[in-house]
């Protein structure tokens, strides 16, 4: 009798603790390492604009490294974003080329030659 007791406690726990692995798995932060975080820094500069859900995805991408980015916020810094035609946030000028919209980590590495 406690070896059935056992195998119904027993095996539902098993299966709690693998689902709960796989889940930590695939919802770990992928952030972005520092020096990939500088170098597309450099060689880029990114408008958003405080109150931004697709700014704060954006921000999320970098993690810790967000601080490494050249940003300029349009709600504090609004002439700067008139000045260079900003109508959408986010908004990564590149090489002269604007791209909107969140940008994966792999895109802008692409774009930066980071």
Known sequence: MKKK?????????IIIIIAGGIF???????????????CIGKNSQVYVQLGCHACEKQKDLFGGSYQYINIVDCFYE???????????????????????????????????GC
């Open 5 to 13: 007791w056992a195998a119904r406690i027993t095996i539902p726990l």
């Open 24 to 38: 930590l798995i695939y919802n770990q932060k992928k952030e972005a390492p520092m020096d990939i975080a500088r």
């Open 78 to 112: 609004r002439e700067k974003c008139i000045n260079a035609n900003i109508t959408a946030t986010p908004t990564w000028i590149i090489k002269g080329e604007k791209y909107v919209g969140v940008q994966s980590l792999e895109k802008l590495q692409e774009l930066t």
